[in-house]
């Protein structure tokens, strides 16, 4: 991929990039799954599968900013549990890519994403979530940490869109508002650089990219900084509420567009 043509970029294109990479921020530090918008603005502005190149990096700033604000509050147990499945949902995920063009990948991911709000809306109706993280390991636990693993490996890897699949997962073993953004901040550390390899094998990042993301990235430290203030401002019962709303609405972006 010629990742030249990221520079043919207008300064009101640069304005909106700039605008999702604060997003990126705030939503790593206070509602997780709202960077889906940036999502879809990134890939609006850029070439779909080159966007998500350019985006990755941009992620990872973001992750490092959340693992240093709420690194006392990850559940580790949930994080082993949940890595060998996401592993293969990064693989799928990179095979996925070599031969799926961008329309299958809008859709599949946006499908993916209504149905994991659908599911947890309909779990939370027909019961009050655990309050104790501990609840994930049941037999059935561990059956919904593998499915949601794979998932969030899966669309992770072909349009940095695990973020909503695992608040789906994150809400539904009934964690609270500092465990789950803890919990979910190491988890995409250590996801995110784990797909750079593969990003750079499929030629989605390279030098020309990263100076790209070089200028964005300040624009993520004010964002986190927002987010940190606005999350203690945020009741548990609204931050649940936000999170399903930011995935349906990204679910519903990749599958209009």
């Known amino acids: 991929m010629n990742t030249m043509t990221l520079w043919h970029i207008s300064g009101w294109e640069f304005a909106a990039l700039a605008a999702a990479a604060l997003l990126v921020g705030f939503s790593k530090t206070a509602v997780s799954g709202a960077n889906t918008v940036s999502l879809a603005i990134f890939a609006a502005v850029l070439p779909a599968r080159a966007s998500t190149g ?3 990096p941009i992620l990872i700033v973001g992750d490092v900013l959340a693992v240093l604000t709420y690194r006392r509050h990850a559940h580790w147990p949930t994080l082993w549990r949940l890595f060998p499945a996401v592993a293969a949902g990064v693989v799928i995920g990179t095979l996925f890519l070599v031969w799926a063009d961008d329309a299958v990948v809008r859709t599949s991911i946006g499908a993916i994403l209504l149905l994991m709000a659908g599911v947890t809306l309909w779990r939370r109706r027909k019961a009050e979530a655990d309050e104790e993280p501990d609840s994930v390991a049941t037999r059935s636990g561990r059956v919904k940490a593998r499915s949601y693993g794979v998932l969030g490996g899966f669309t992770t890897m072909v349009a940095n869109a695990g973020g909503p699949v695992m608040s789906m997962y994150l809400l539904s073993a009934g964690f609270r508002k500092l465990g789950f953004l803890g919990t979910s901040a190491f988890f995409f550390l250590i996801v995110n650089v784990t797909k750079v390899p593969f990003s750079v094998g ?18 993520v430290v004010p964002g986190a900084l927002i987010g940190k203030w606005a999350v203690n401002r945020i009741n548990q019962r609204l931050f649940e509420q936000l999170v399903i709303a930011a995935t349906i609405i990204g679910g519903l972006q990749l599958l209009l567009r």
Not at 205 to 218: E, F, K, M, Q, V
């Open 54 to 56: 350019v985006l990755l």
């Open 202 to 219: 499929l030629g989605l990042i390279d030098g020309h990219s990263l100076l790209l993301d070089a200028a964005l990235a300040a624009f």
